[in-house]
C-alpha cells in the first residue's frame, strides 16, 4: 500500500505547525498533537474521524491558522499515534480529555470540532470534567450517535437485516485496501463523497484513508458497528452546531436529523447539497467558514446567539447551501 499520509501540494497539502508535542492519554497511550497559528489567538481543537488523521484538516488549518490556535490531533493508532491501548468510545473521550489538558491553559475556552468519530469522540466526551471546563461551543460534521451500520446506505441495497449484516462485516473487514489506484480512488469517492468531488479532493481522501493500517481500521470499525452514544448528546450542553452533507451514504441525513432534535444547545444545522461524508475536503470554505461563525460567537464573542441571529438554544436553523455556492 502507498507510505503517502497526505498530498505533496495543493490545498490539501498539510501545513507545518508551530510546533508538535506528545500526549499521554489515561492508559498511557501516546497522541501525536500539532499547534498551528499565534499563541494568543482564539483556540480550536479538531479532531478527525475514522481512517483518517490531522492531514485530514489541512484546508482549515491553513486558512484558519492566521488568526486562530488550532490543535490538531491524530486519534490513538492514526496518523502518527501509535496503535496502543484500547479501542473504546470511553478511550476516545480520554484522548480528547488529554489533549485539552495539554494544549490549554486551565479554565481557556476553545471551538471543539468533530468529524465523524471525531464527532463521536465529542460525544462520549461530553460530561468529562475537563471536556467541561474547555468547551465553549461544539461543531459536529458528519457524525452520528448510534445505529451507524442499520442506516449507512454505502450498499446499494434496501435497508434491512441483510444490509445491516453486509455493512458491518465491511466495517469491520481486516482486508488491505491496497494501493492508491484509479479503481481504489473510485470506489472511496462512491462510498464517502459526493458524486461531484473535484479529483484532488478524491485523490487528498485516498491519500489520507489509505494510510491508515488496516488492523487500526478493522479495530474502530467493529467499535463504530456497535456505537451507542445517544446518551452523550443529551449530555452535550454547549451551543453545539450540525454540519451535514446531503449525499453522506455512510452517515446520512437521519442522524444529522436526530442530533438537532436531541441536542440541548443546537444552534443550527447546515446541510450542504452535493456534499458527502468528507465534509470538511469537500465543503472547506463553507465548513471553515462555519467554524469561525462559531469562534467569533462563543469563544470571543458574547455568546448570545450565532451568525444568524440565532438563540444558543435554538434548533429551528437550517441552512440550505448548495455546493460551490
Known amino acids: 500500500m502507498s507510505r503517502l499520509t497526505s498530498v505533496a501540494d495543493g490545498p490539501y497539502a498539510p501545513p507545518a505547525p508551530a510546533r508538535t508535542l506528545a500526549v499521554t492519554s489515561a492508559d498511557g497511550a501516546r497522541l501525536y498533537v500539532e499547534v498551528h497559528g499565534p499563541a494568543d489567538a482564539p483556540p480550536v481543537v ?9 492531514a485530514f484538516w489541512a484546508a482549515q488549518i491553513r486558512e484558519l491558522a492566521t488568526d486562530h490556535r488550532v490543535i490538531a490531533y491524530d486519534q490513538r493508532g492514526h496518523g502518527r499515534s501509535p496503535a496502543s491501548g484500547a479501542c473504546t468510545t470511553t478511550a476516545l473521550a480520554d484522548d480528547l480529555e488529554a489533549v485539552l489538558a495539554e494544549t490549554l491553559e486551565r479554565g481557556e475556552k476553545a471551538l471543539i470540532v468533530g468529524h465523524s468519530m471525531g464527532g463521536m469522540t465529542v460525544m462520549a466526551a461530553a460530561g468529562r470534567p475537563r471536556f467541561l471546563e474547555h468547551a465553549a461551543a461544539v461543531l459536529l460534521c458528519s457524525t452520528g450517535s448510534s445505529r451507524l451500520v442499520a442506516e449507512a446506505s454505502v450498499l446499494p441495497m434496501r435497508a434491512g437485516r441483510v444490509r445491516t449484516w453486509l455493512t458491518g462485516r465491511v466495517l469491520g473487514s481486516s482486508a488491505p485496501l491496497g494501493p492508491v489506484s484509479p479503481v481504489a ?141
Request: hydrophobic share 35%.
Open 185 to 325: 480512488k473510485s470506489v472511496l469517492k462512491y462510498a464517502t463523497m459526493g458524486a461531484g468531488s473535484a479529483p484532488h479532493m478524491v485523490e487528498a481522501c485516498a491519500r489520507i484513508v489509505h494510510a491508515c493500517p488496516r488492523r487500526v481500521r478493522q479495530a474502530w470499525g467493529v467499535v463504530l458497528e456497535a456505537l451507542d452514544l445517544d446518551h452523550g448528546v443529551r449530555e452535550l450542553r454547549v451551543p453545539t452546531a450540525v454540519v451535514h452533507g446531503a449525499c453522506d451514504r455512510l452517515t446520512p441525513r437521519v442522524h444529522a436529523r436526530a442530533l438537532v432534535a436531541a441536542l440541548p444547545q443546537c444552534v443550527g444545522l447546515t446541510e450542504l447539497t452535493g456534499v458527502g461524508h468528507m465534509t470538511p475536503i469537500e465543503a472547506p470554505e463553507k465548513v471553515t467558514g462555519r467554524i469561525r461563525e462559531l469562534v467569533t460567537t462563543y469563544v470571543t464573542g458574547d455568546g448570545t446567539g450565532d451568525a444568524t441571529g440565532n438563540a444558543p438554544g435554538s434548533h429551528s436553523t437550517s441552512e440550505q447551501l448548495k455546493e460551490g455556492a
Open 46 to 54: 479538531l479532531s478527525h474521524g475514522w481512517t483518517c488523521s490531522t
